[in-house]
């Protein structure tokens, strides 16, 4: 596709149970990105990826948090054990290369609700 | 701590006003600051700034960076309803992380 996608665009769960957050990005893009958007607030970094390796992971609030992008294109957010307070909407981006020179172009998000 | 700050929180104008959004920032081994419009989900990107005191050009919208002061500023000239959205500043560090601020929702009324 020309962008970035998210799957789903929406995702209400229960609490304590599991998800899956899916980001196709840009194709040919080196670096991926994912953040977390509170209702009135900025995105909040949580983990990026260089190829298939995440460089770095240090946003993730705990350890129910878990991301992989084993092929180095497609990456899955993963969250265990929701609890009330995950509700946000999952922003991924991703650009050509990582680094803080490269425009970052974002995908839709996921808006996840735990009741 | 990092942190970038946007002022004002909110605003509502009429069409054919001019705007200034403001972006302060305290980020560890700055790189680069840009901007974002948000109107729905995704932020779609606007300028990316890296020198001091070069402006930045696209149309009605411009920015310019202030490295010494640790701000920038985003102007808005002759605004239309279509610039109705909530505008993010967001700072890029050396460990290629990028920081946001809280965003301005600015509201254009006809």
């Known amino acids: 596709g020309a962008g970035v996608s998210q799957t789903p665009s929406n995702k209400v769960t229960e609490k304590g149970k599991y998800v899956e957050l899916r980001c196709d990005p840009i194709?040919?893009?080196?670096?991926l990105y994912w953040y977390r958007q509170s209702l009135g607030q900025g995105p909040e970094f949580l983990i990026y990826f260089q190829g298939t390796g995440a460089a770095d992971d240090s946003g993730l609030p705990n350890d129910r948090f878990f991301a992989v992008r084993p092929e180095g294109s497609v990456s899955t957010l993963k969250i265990q054990r929701t609890e009330r307070g995950d509700s946000a909407v999952y922003l991924c981006?991703?650009?050509?290369?990582?680094?803080?020179?490269?425009?970052?172009?974002f995908g839709p998000g996921t808006r996840l609700t735990v009741l | 701590e990092d942190k970038v700050v946007q002022s004002p929180l909110s605003l509502v104008v009429h069409e054919g006003d001019t705007v200034t959004l403001n972006c302060s920032y305290e980020v560890t081994n700055f790189r680069s600051l840009l901007w974002y419009k948000q109107e729905k989900k995704a932020p779609t990107f606007l300028f990316m700034l890296?020198?001091?005191?070069i402006e930045k050009k696209s149309g009605r919208l411009s920015s310019i960076l202030d490295k010494k002061e640790l701000f920038s500023i985003l102007n808005i000239t002759a605004t239309q309803t279509g610039d109705s959205a909530v505008y993010l500043c967001a700072v890029g560090s050396a460990g290629n992380q990028f920081y946001f601020g809280t965003g301005t929702s600015l509201t254009v009324i006809p």
């Open positions: 890296t020198s001091s005191g």
């Open positions: 981006a991703s650009s050509l290369l990582a680094g803080s020179y490269n425009e970052q172009f």
């Open positions: 194709s040919g893009h080196t670096a």
